[in-house]
């Protein structure tokens, strides 16, 4: 199989072959267990670098798309089938988790300074009191922020503003409804059951394996939303493959909804960002929320959630009344810092951080 780049494109030449290559498992013009031409032959037919093509294979390998056998090659692991998948028993991460804390990097003269300005460009107008879904502003720059930095593609009127993790998961239960079963993963944020119980809720706890919740639990289990962190599940750590993404899409159709937590998810050390199940979903059924309590501090109780298209009249009807919950000055604030490009900034210091991190710790990676 042949690939080519278009040196036109404004995309890395790597992101392009990556691209290319990750279509093909999907579509499955590459299939489990298949061996992928290797890294000499893929960079002389597309007259580019082997390091272009190391940086794509190390892409797929991370996302779990192929994985690489010591002096045999690398190998299609991406399992796509019309059933439940069984687990890849012999599936590795491919770096170890490295807990390295935001708040130590964090520029918070740069934030101070911006708090200053938003007091001076707006005067009174920050004691008012904002829409219900969020300051236009703020809900503008994470629409921004999200195209450029997740690749998703969302309008301002999908984007809801809300206190925190546990405020909008309340919301969430309220525009669902509280007759669905619930499910999450086991071992999962403490909050998130408590905050089911408190709701009076049915839910299921499904058992983590590897690489996500174990196939048997999903398949076994009467829910009909599925709350979920793909990227990093807390407190295990464990992240969801590719194939756990596709596996978790086919079981949310049928009136079935899926909670993406996305936490931590900005300071991946990939060169790229793993998709969302947002951005993948055909569905239209995929809630994706997340916070600042991770890439700023915890002392920023603000978060967002993005409502699937045909849930925007359920939301208006059901839960659309309540009051943001957020002070317009901390939401302009955000906005402000996003926009002009100092949240990016702070967040690729603390990934740097990361990868150095990494590299001293186990230097053959």
């Not at 669905?180 to 058992?207: C, F, H, Q």
Request: charged letters at 30%; a neutral charge; hydrophobic letters at 35%.
């Amino acid at each position: 199989m042949k690939y080519t780049v278009d040196r036109d494109d404004s995309r890395p030449i790597y992101i392009q072959l990556y691209e290319q290559i990750r279509t093909d498992i999907v579509n499955k013009a590459l299939v489990f267990g298949e061996k992928l031409p290797s890294k000499r032959l893929v960079s002389e037919e597309a007259e580019i670098s082997v390091i272009s093509v190391e940086h794509a294979y190390s892409l797929l390998i991370d996302e779990g798309y192929i994985d690489s056998r010591q002096r045999s090659g690398y190998y299609v692991c991406f399992r796509d089938e019309g059933g439940f998948q069984h687990p890849i028993t012999d599936f590795k991460p491919q770096h170890k988790r490295i807990e390295t804390s935001a708040r130590d990097y964090f520029p918070f003269s740069v934030y101070a300074k911006t708090m200053r300005r938003v007091i001076s460009d707006y005067g009174e107008e920050i004691l008012e009191r904002p829409p219900n879904t969020g300051c236009l502003e703020f809900r503008s720059a994470i629409r921004d922020y999200l195209k450029r930095s997740r690749g998703i593609t969302v309008s301002e009127e999908r984007i809801v503003i809300g206190s925190g993790a546990e405020y909008l998961y309340g919301i969430i239960i309220q525009m669902l409804g509280r007759e669905r079963i619930y499910a999450t993963e086991k071992p999962s944020y403490e909050k998130i059951e408590a905050v089911y119980r408190a709701n009076g809720l049915k839910y299921d706890l499904l058992e983590l394996g590897f690489d996500g919740i174990n196939s048997v639990s999903l398949k076994a289990t009467n829910a009909s939303v599925l709350h979920i962190t793909p990227y990093r599940s807390f407190p295990s750590g464990i992240s969801a493959s590719a194939s756990k993404r596709q596996e978790y899409l086919r079981w949310a159709k049928y009136d079935r909804f899926i909670i993406e937590e996305d936490f931590e998810s900005e300071f991946s050390i990939l060169s790229k960002p793993e998709e969302t199940l947002f951005s993948m979903s055909k569905d239209d059924n995929v809630i994706y929320l997340n916070t600042f309590s991770k890439t700023i501090s915890p002392a920023v109780r603000i978060g967002y959630m993005l409502i699937p298209e045909k849930l925007i009249s359920v939301f208006n009807k059901q839960v659309g009344f309540y009051s943001c919950s957020v002070p317009v000055f901390e939401q302009l604030v955000l906005a402000d810092f996003i926009s002009s490009g100092n949240f990016e900034r702070h967040i690729n210091r603390v990934r740097r951080k990361k990868r150095k991190e990494i590299k001293q710790r186990e230097p053959n990676l």
